[in-house]
C-alpha cells in the first residue's frame, strides 16, 4: 500500500553533513507518522526521530538532538533527515519508516524502506 524509497548515504568524515531522502509512494490514508530508525552492526535498531506528516510535531532521541533535522517536503512526498556534525558512533544503516502513531518503537510502524549506510569515519 505504502512505498518507501530511501537514498542519501554515503561516507563523511567526522563533523561533516549529510542530506537523507525518503519518498513515499502508494496510498498514504492511516499513515499519519513517519520516523527514522538506524541500525549499527552487531546491535539493535534504534529510534532516531519522527515527524508527523504535517511537520507540526516532531521529535528527537537525546543523542541526535540539536544535530538532526527531520523535515517534510509535501510537494515531492519526500521526509528529509539533515545530519550535521556527524560523529563516527552516527555510522549505521538508516531506515525510514511510516505509521499511525506517534511512538519511536519498530512495533508502531508499518511500512519501512530498504535502508541506507551512513558511514563517519574519524
Known amino acids: 500500500q505504502v512505498q518507501l524509497v530511501e537514498s542519501g548515504g554515503g561516507l563523511v568524515q567526522a563533523g561533516g553533513s549529510l542530506r537523507l531522502s525518503c519518498v513515499v509512494s502508494?496510498?498514504?490514508?492511516?499513515?499519519?507518522?513517519m520516523a527514522w530508525f538506524r541500525q549499527a552492526p552487531g546491535k539493535e535498531r534504534e529510534f532516531v526521530g519522527l515527524?508527523?506528516?504535517?511537520?507540526?510535531?516532531?521529535f528527537y532521541e537525546e543523542p541526535v538532538k540539536g544535530r538532526f533535522t527531520i523535515s517534510i517536503e509535501h510537494a515531492k512526498n519526500t521526509m528529509y533527515l539533515q545530519m550535521n556534525s556527524l560523529k563516527p558512533e552516527d555510522t549505521a544503516v538508516y531506515y525510514c519508516a511510516a505509521g499511525s502513531q506517534f511512538q519511536g518503537t519498530r512495533a508502531a510502524y508499518d511500512y519501512w524502506g530498504q535502508g541506507t549506510q551512513v558511514t563517519v569515519s574519524s
Open positions: 502508494g496510498r498514504t490514508w492511516g499513515t499519519s507518522v
Open positions: 515527524i508527523s506528516w504535517s511537520g507540526r510535531n516532531s
